[in-house]
């Protein structure tokens, strides 16, 4: 069974570029999800992704934006980067079985933004 | 808005006591809890989760206990094991999918 993978691993933009960031959900997991994590902090829900179609969406702004492909693979797309963007980018898969909501997390991708 | 809670930023125990990590939350819409470990340079990982409609569970070494009234729930580890070294979150989620996380524990675990 293959686990949730995310790519690059690291990356370095400028403020105002725009970044598109990468997953893979694990086998037979149809249910992805994105979050923040800034340094010394727990993981801020960003939004979820459900058989392509956005689930739920935490307090962030819309160039924060998502896509979610028939392979149920995602990408975590920011505009306008900002220094505050800095930060760990954790992806998450699940299976959609209501009352199921253990996620399994990806290594993550650091972003900087200088 | 913390809607979830970690007051404790780290923990030190010995070697095959207790550890309690504890956890408070604020939104009685939450129906589920998740403890996730996490590593240096990787994801959380899942560790035992528990369902609004029970106040404990238990897997192996690992127990979580959740007090609804309180809003508040814990994890024990016994015995602990330096292995057990790691950043511990407590997570709760509400439908669809919205989870929100701790600021998360640190515990080491002396030899």
């Known amino acids: 069974e293959t686990g949730v993978t995310q790519s690059p691993t690291h990356l370095i933009k400028t403020r105002g570029q725009q970044v598109t960031l990468r997953c893979s959900s694990q086998?037979?997991?149809?249910?992805v999800s994105w979050y923040q994590q800034a340094l010394g902090q727990g993981p801020q829900f960003i939004f979820q992704?459900?058989?392509?179609?956005?689930?739920g969406r935490g307090n962030f702004p819309p160039r924060f934006s998502g896509l979610q492909f028939p392979n149920y693979s995602s990408e975590l797309n920011v505009n306008a980067l900002e220094l505050d963007d800095s930060a760990l980018y954790l992806c998450?898969?699940?299976?959609?079985?209501?009352?199921?909501?253990?996620?399994?997390f990806g290594p993550g991708t650091r972003l900087t933004v200088t | 808005d913390q809607q979830v809670k970690q007051n404790s930023p780290s923990l030190s125990v010995q070697e095959g006591r207790i550890s309690i990590l504890n956890c408070d939350y604020t939104?009685?819409?939450?129906?589920?809890f998740l403890w996730y470990k996490k590593y240096p340079a990787e994801g959380p990982t899942f560790l035992i989760s528990?369902?609004?409609?029970?106040d404990k569970n238990e897997d192996g070494r690992f127990t979580v206990f959740l007090n609804k009234s309180a809003k508040h729930l814990s994890l024990h580890i016994v015995p602990s094991q330096p292995g057990d070294s790691a950043v511990y979150f407590c997570?709760?989620?509400?439908?669809?999918?919205?989870?929100?996380f701790g600021a998360g524990t640190r515990l080491t675990v002396k030899p």
């Open positions: 998450a898969s699940s299976r959609h079985s209501g009352g199921d909501y253990e996620q399994y």
């Open positions: 528990i369902s609004s409609i029970k």
């Open positions: 997570a709760a989620s509400a439908p669809p999918g919205d989870m929100r």
């Open positions: 939104n009685s819409m939450f129906d589920y």
């Open positions: 992704y459900y058989r392509e179609e956005e689930n």
């Open positions: 086998s037979g997991h149809n249910t």
